[in-house]
């Protein structure tokens, strides 16, 4: 079941990007081609949204998904990493299927990259951008939540095998894009630290994406371990331009592993 929601997932992505490389360049286009493109992004974000959300809400997806209660055997949460990392700030996520871990992760990037990068650009033709509700930051933080404490299920899991955690660690690309809760950050900056000592060479041009985005050279010249006591804090945000949305796609695509 699992392999062939797999395939189903994969089948979807294309379109995800199809809608990104639309954006790309949205921002610098003349404003009649420039509406005329939004007009065409937005039916096809639409027609994706319901696409993606006929998988997710599936009763296949929803049947691997299936959480375990109570939570299997395995490391103390809190004593976990307990000498190298702050205590976990959230419940971690247990599957009855654990190897669904990854398909989750992967499916949340895709939530919150809709919900804080795409969605606020497409806004109507003919009105005035519309800034982020509460409600929108809401429910961002909250996918970066269910990420993240899916991720730490999927660590507890894996116990001391860190080889196997890599597909997971590049999905909090997407929740260190974001992320701004000061727990949750501190705890995330731990986590990067980890997947840069597993694999820097995958990590440090993420590295590099972030510092930019986030307008934090710092990070740019040293690792996350470096600042992993004291995380620094990105100033992204406000209106997305062309440059952030290269930048904020380029993450999207090492996440979800395009």
């Known amino acids: 079941m699992l392999n062939h929601l797999w395939q189903e997932y994969d089948a979807l ?29 937005q039916k096809q974000l639409q027609a994706f949204h319901r ?27 809190q004593a976990f990493h ?26 949340i990037c895709l939530d919150i990259m809709i919900l804080s990068v795409v969605s606020p650009v497409l806004t109507p033709p003919t009105g005035t951008p519309t800034p982020a509700t509460p409600l929108d930051s809401d ?17 507890l899991h ?3 095998e860190q080889d196997s955690l890599l597909p997971a660690y590049a999905t909090l690309f997407t929740a260190a894009f974001l992320c701004a809760t000061p727990a949750a950050r501190s705890w995330l900056w731990h986590k990067l630290a980890h997947g840069e000592d597993v ?3 995958a990590v440090r041009p993420v590295r590099r ?12 010249g040293g690792g996350f371990g470096r600042w992993k006591m004291e995380p620094l804090v990105g100033t992204a945000g406000g209106e997305l331009v062309a440059e952030d949305i290269e930048l904020a796609s380029r993450v999207e695509e090492l996440s979800l592993g395009e």
């Open 158 to 160: 894996c116990a001391n």
């Open 199 to 201: 694999c820097p060479a």
């Open 209 to 220: 994406i972030l510092g930019t985005l986030w307008k934090v050279p710092e990070l740019v």
């Open 82 to 107: 307990a000498h190298c990392c702050p205590p976990t700030p959230f419940r971690a996520t247990h599957f009855h299927f654990p190897q669904a871990a990854n398909l989750r992760l992967v499916t």
């Open 13 to 41: 992505v294309p379109s995800h990007f199809e809608i990104l490389a639309g954006l790309k360049s949205l921002t610098t286009l003349p404003a009649p081609a420039r509406s005329k493109q939004q007009h065409t992004l």
């Open 51 to 77: 696409q993606f959300r006929q998988f997710t809400e599936s009763p296949a997806f929803l049947e691997i998904m299936r959480p375990s209660i109570p939570s299997p055997p395995g490391p103390n949460p």
């Open 139 to 155: 429910l961002a933080e909250y996918h970066i939540y269910e990420l993240c404490s899916t991720f730490a299920g999927a660590e």
